[in-house]
């Protein structure tokens, strides 16, 4: 099964914000340890992008043949998508294990779980 | 015959259905084989006997009708040439042997928590209880198509989400177990009042749960709690009066289930279960008190405190307070429920509320109570009972 993993970054600190500098230097870098140790998994494909924040999208509608363009993510910002990987495993279960390993998962953010058609 | 045969069903559907599911990891496929299979017993049996291994017939059928279907689809053929079996040789051979019990794969499956609750709860009462989908949708109060879509979804989740079909490995079990021990539970809490189809199903699939688990301790103690509240299933209504436990018709309880009850919560002690999981055990023992001759309030107050600690539950701390009105008087009691604000909203924390102030003689504020718990309640033989209570202050202020 391959599954594509959605992360929210919700109330995660993000490198760069007030928020991340109050972590300690150990907390930033279990973080940073995390992320790699996942992405060195088996069977993880990591994104080869990075994306900016999600106050810096634009949402784009066609109404009627005119195109609207409104600032922001679709979705709330706290619940805007802040990364993806794929990962190719036997089933569910390890996804979610995989999943909850992901640091945004405890942080204050959440991982979507979205298998992908073969 | 029929009798016979319709029992025989309801004993087998579990076991085979998991078996096909096991065998051909699609529920849709195993469903309607599985079927085809049971029809045909019922076209055969009745003339020929029922074979000496009935659930052994029933999946070596479903398997050749699984394989019918299959050679039909071309596109599968190659993917299942392990099937490729002539029907009367594998037909043959599945009688001699026995197939293996993957009931509960199957329980594990249905009750993985990447599905909504209520789908688990469908898909359990139909794969293992071997329910029919207008059965439980009629047990749920939802329309056939309702509860026929649910589990429609429920098995294309399974499917595309890539649900294992297995029993979790060690580190995975105990919260997975505690899932599937949680829909049991609210099957049977479905069942308690007024559907008592669901509470028998719910204690069917307890026992055959203590069966395939023995060493679990939640296990046992969930079917014992079951068991011992079932037991006064005809002594809880008199002409649709709810009548409270101590005036309860003794005579009326089923000594049967006390007794099984009992058991299994021995066993789940002798496993020492006390003191984890979801508090099974601790609930069935305070079951077990509340049936003896003369209730041990000490004793069941010292279990709900317990309990209370375990689940950090203000309704379980409510129960402990109104164990220690029992144990150690009323203001005691009263001193308890007080301090549970959180229970505002909870037609019993205003109707325990009441029956205390009421035995204190406080007519004026036991009659608020009343009321607030008269809005609340939603069970019409409670609606009554509450009425005649606050009847009942009335007359005595008179």
């Known amino acids: 099964m391959k599954y594509m993993l959605l992360i929210h970054q919700g109330t995660t600190p993000l490198p760069g914000s007030p928020e991340w500098e109050r972590l300690s230097e150990a907390e930033q870098g279990a973080v940073y340890g995390a992320y790699k140790a996942i992405n060195e998994t088996p069977g993880v494909t990591p994104s080869s992008v990075r994306m900016q924040p999600p106050e810096t999208a634009t949402t784009v509608r066609v109404k009627d043949g ?3 363009s409104t600032d922001g993510p679709f979705v709330e910002v706290k619940e805007a998508l802040g990364g993806y990987l794929f990962y190719e495993a036997d089933d569910l279960d390890a996804a979610i ?16 779980v979205r298998p992908l058609a073969e | 015959m029929t009798a016979l045969l319709e029992q025989t069903f309801r004993d087998h559907w579990g076991r085979v259905l998991a078996a096909l599911v096991g065998f051909l990891r699609d529920f849709d496929l195993a469903e309607e084989v599985a079927q085809e299979a049971f029809a045909r017993a019922a076209e055969r049996w009745p003339r020929e006997g029922i074979p000496a291994s009935p659930g052994a017939w029933l999946v070596a059928t479903a398997r050749n009708r699984a394989v019918d279907r299959i050679r039909r689809d ?8 392990l099937l490729d079996v002539s029907q009367a040789a594998e037909e043959e051979q599945m009688q001699e042997t026995t197939f293996s019990d993957e009931r509960l794969e199957l329980l594990f499956t249905c009750c993985h928590p990447a599905l909504a609750t209520d789908a688990q709860v469908a898909l359990t009462l139909r794969t293992l209880g071997g329910l029919r989908t207008e059965e439980i949708a009629r047990a749920f109060l939802v329309s056939q198509a309702t509860m026929a879509q649910r589990l429609v979804r429920g098995k294309r989740k399974i499917k595309a989400a890539g649900i294992p079909f297995r029993i979790p490995p060690a580190h995975l079990l105990p919260d997975r177990l505690t899932a599937v021990l949680a829909v049991i539970y609210l099957i049977f809490n479905e069942g308690y009042d007024g559907r008592p189809d669901l509470a028998t199903e719910a204690i069917r699939l307890g026992s055959a749960l203590v069966e395939l688990m023995p060493d679990e301790p939640e296990v046992f ?5 079951m068991l011992l509240h079932d037991s006064r299933r005809a002594a809880r209504l008199r002409d649709g009066e709810l009548v409270l436990l101590a005036n309860q018709d003794r005579a009326l309880w089923d000594a049967g289930q006390i007794k099984a009850g009992r058991a299994a919560l021995e066993r789940a002690l002798a496993l020492h279960g006390r003191a984890t999981g979801g508090g099974y055990v601790l609930q069935a023992a305070i079951a077990s008190l509340h049936v003896e001759d003369t209730r041990d309030w000490a004793q069941i107050a010292a279990l709900y405190g317990e309990l209370a600690r375990l689940t950090s539950s203000p309704v379980v701390e409510l129960n402990h ?3 220690l009105a029992e144990a150690q008087g009323l203001e005691a009691g009263l001193a308890a429920i007080d301090g549970l604000h959180e229970l505002e909203a909870y037609q019993y924390f205003h109707a325990a509320r009441a029956d205390l102030l009421r035995r204190l003689g ?8 009343y009321n607030r718990a008269l809005e609340l309640v939603r069970s019409e033989p409670e609606r009554r009972f509450l009425a005649d209570r606050v009847a009942g202050l009335a007359r005595r202020n008179d």
């Open chain 1, 97 to 112: 294990e995989l999943a909850a390993r992901i640091p945004a998962a405890s942080m204050g953010g959440a991982i979507e």
């Open chain 2, 221 to 225: 103690g969930l079917l014992a709690l």
């Open chain 1, 66 to 68: 005119q195109t609207l």
């Open chain 2, 74 to 81: 071309r596109t599968l053929a190659a993917k299942y040439k």
């Open chain 2, 362 to 369: 406080r007519p004026v504020e036991a009659r608020a109570a």
């Open chain 2, 321 to 323: 307070a109104v164990a």
